[in-house]
């Protein structure tokens, strides 16, 4: 692994102590820069030197990790957040296709964050500003979602997902008129807890659908949904309960 650079921002210094001991012991081509224990003092390093990784904790006493990358001017390491709630924040993560680590930190997990980062080396912008934007604007139909195929991060408004396909551990995004897809490598379940709050359901094992893009419910042929781009959706016989609640 080529030598990396990195900053730790944590409010606890236990945490930073810890963490930056597992990187001695387990990651030690990765160079520590410095550490602080709240944004103020890491937004003031970070605007004037350049490194690879930030090791930001979430939430910290009186502010968040959001509230240091609203005050960088340009930002252009890897972000891997460290944190100790497995449900705050992972959303918004995982919508920006960021790396986390769970607190108390697993070495093996640790390494693999590090080696993922190597692969690129530098974090998109747009990915930052859509992390932001996933944090910042709640409930808006014109979140972005990055979906990462094996050429590219496609950066896709969530409303313009029609639906999506299960194929094994990958998943095929269907969008707009339907002849834009995508396929990542990443299985559907996960994406069925991301969505839903959009107003996505699983209608079938295979399939995930956007209900805002429903044209009508076909009871023919076991019952299928007809997508406003012209698709054909297999409904099961277990979760035609859900199209009833609709």
Not at 20 to 28: A, D, K, M, Q, T
Not at 54 to 63: A, N, P, S, T, V
Not at 234 to 246: C, E, G, I, M
Request: aromatic share 8%; charged share 20%.
């Amino acid at each position: 692994m080529n030598a990396l650079t990195c900053f730790i921002t944590d409010d606890e210094p236990a945490a930073i102590e810890s963490l930056s001991r597992l990187i001695e012991l387990y990651c030690p081509s990765l160079h520590i820069k410095g550490y602080a224990t709240n944004t103020a003092d890491a937004a003031a390093f970070l605007n004037k030197e350049d490194v690879d990784i930030l090791f930001l904790d979430i939430q910290m006493q009186g502010e968040t990790g959001f509230d240091l990358l609203k005050q960088l001017k340009e930002p252009g390491f890897h972000l891997i957040f460290v944190t100790a709630f497995d449900e705050f924040g992972i959303t918004a993560i995982k919508f920006s296709a960021t790396d986390y680590l769970l607190k108390p930190v697993d070495p093996q997990e640790l390494i693999g964050a590090i080696h993922k980062v190597a692969t690129r080396r530098r974090i998109q912008q747009k990915q930052m500003q859509l992390l932001l934007q996933t944090h910042m604007l709640p409930g808006s139909q014109q979140k972005r979602i990055a979906l990462a195929d094996q050429s590219e991060i496609k950066y896709v408004l969530i409303s313009d997902i029609v639906c999506c396909e299960a194929d094994n551990s990958y998943t095929t995004f269907y969008i707009g008129d339907g002849k834009q897809t995508v396929m990542v490598s990443k299985p559907i379940a996960e994406y069925e807890m991301l969505l839903q709050p959009y107003g996505f359901i699983r209608v079938h094992q295979s399939w995930l659908v956007n209900t805002h893009k429903l044209e009508s419910y076909k009871r023919e042929d076991g019952g299928f949904l007809r997508m406003q781009n012209g698709m054909n959706i297999p409904v099961s016989r277990q979760r035609k309960h859900l199209l009833k609640a609709l």
